[in-house]
């Protein structure tokens, strides 16, 4: 949590509040819900501390990073946690295969939805297709299980054509990597957001979207 207060601190822009499941400052303009740990116990503090219903009523920007995206959703396979429900779509576990490390932990290079606009255009100024990040996750919102890793594919717990009926919430991608299956990697839409990868961790590129978030109009 330190590197990721760092790492806001260093990006130019507005007041920001950071939201650990452990107490917010509800007066910020922003919102940044930044934690490691698992689903259910982070979406247990938030609800008993009231920050879901305050997080579900405001219109100020908000970025969720690597779980807090994860929380966006509707749903998490992590413990079968209902989460906050501000995206559509649910979080799956990533499969395992011979040839694939899970957690997946590393770099890995983004995909950037084409013909993004408005506030989503903003976020991903200045961050290229093809640019790298930093991820460590074992979950993620899984947006095409074919053509990537047969083996993956063929391990995963559910059928492929499942997920896409299921998680036909691509509209709120706006980039994406891979690992053994495609998943997002930058999710938004209208004023909510969320990053897969840790910025703190990502160099130039994690501080470029900070700044970008934090350059949001409040």
Same mark, same amino acid.
């Given at each position: 949590?330190?590197?990721?207060?760092?790492?806001?601190?260093?990006?130019?822009?507005?007041?920001?509040?950071?939201?650990?499941?452990?107490?917010?400052?509800? =007066?910020?303009?922003?919102?940044?819900?930044?934690? *490691? !740990? &698992?689903?259910?116990?982070?979406?247990?503090?938030?609800?008993?501390?009231?920050?879901?219903?305050?997080?579900?009523?405001?219109?100020?920007?908000?970025?969720?990073?690597? #779980? =807090?995206?994860?929380?966006?959703?509707?749903?998490?396979?992590?413990?079968?946690?209902?989460?906050? =429900?501000?995206?559509?779509? @649910?979080? @799956?576990?990533?499969?395992?295969?011979?040839?694939?490390?899970?957690?997946?932990?590393?770099?890995?290079?983004?995909?950037?939805?084409? =013909?993004?606009?408005?506030?989503?255009?903003?976020?991903?100024?200045? *961050?290229? $297709?093809? &640019?790298?990040?930093?991820?460590?996750?074992?979950?993620?919102?899984?947006?095409?299980?074919?053509? #990537? +890793?047969?083996?993956?594919? +063929?391990?995963?717990?559910? +059928?492929?054509? &499942?997920? $896409?009926?299921? +998680?036909?919430? @691509? $509209? #709120?991608?706006?980039? $994406?990597?891979?690992? !053994?299956?495609?998943?997002?990697?930058?999710?938004?839409?209208?004023?909510?957001?969320?990053?897969?990868?840790?910025?703190?961790?990502?160099?130039?590129? !994690?501080?470029?979207?900070?700044?970008?978030?934090?350059?949001?109009?409040?």
């Amino acid at each position: 949590m330190s590197a990721a207060r760092d790492s806001a601190a260093h990006a130019p822009g507005g007041d920001l509040a950071l939201i650990d499941a452990g107490g917010a400052n509800l =007066g910020s303009v922003r919102y940044a819900l930044a934690r *490691i !740990g &698992a689903a259910p116990r982070l979406v247990a503090l938030l609800r008993a501390r009231g920050l879901d219903a305050a997080l579900r009523a405001s219109a100020a920007p908000l970025l969720g990073v690597c #779980v =807090g995206m994860q929380l966006l959703f509707k749903r998490s396979d992590e413990g079968d946690v209902e989460c906050l =429900g501000l995206l559509p779509g @649910r979080v @799956r576990r990533l499969p395992a295969a011979p040839a694939l490390r899970i957690p997946h932990m590393g770099w890995n290079t983004l995909r950037r939805r084409p =013909g993004l606009s408005g506030d989503a255009a903003a976020l991903l100024d200045g *961050i290229d $297709d093809g &640019a790298h990040a930093y991820f460590v996750h074992s979950f993620a919102h899984v947006v095409d299980a074919h053509a #990537v +890793d047969a083996q993956a594919v +063929d391990a995963y717990a559910v +059928d492929a054509h &499942a997920i $896409d009926a299921e +998680d036909a919430s @691509r $509209d #709120v991608v706006l980039a $994406d990597s891979e690992h !053994g299956v495609r998943f997002a990697a930058v999710v938004g839409q209208g004023r909510r957001f969320g990053a897969q990868f840790h910025p703190e961790r990502s160099s130039a590129v !994690g501080l470029r979207l900070l700044s970008n978030f934090l350059s949001l109009p409040a």
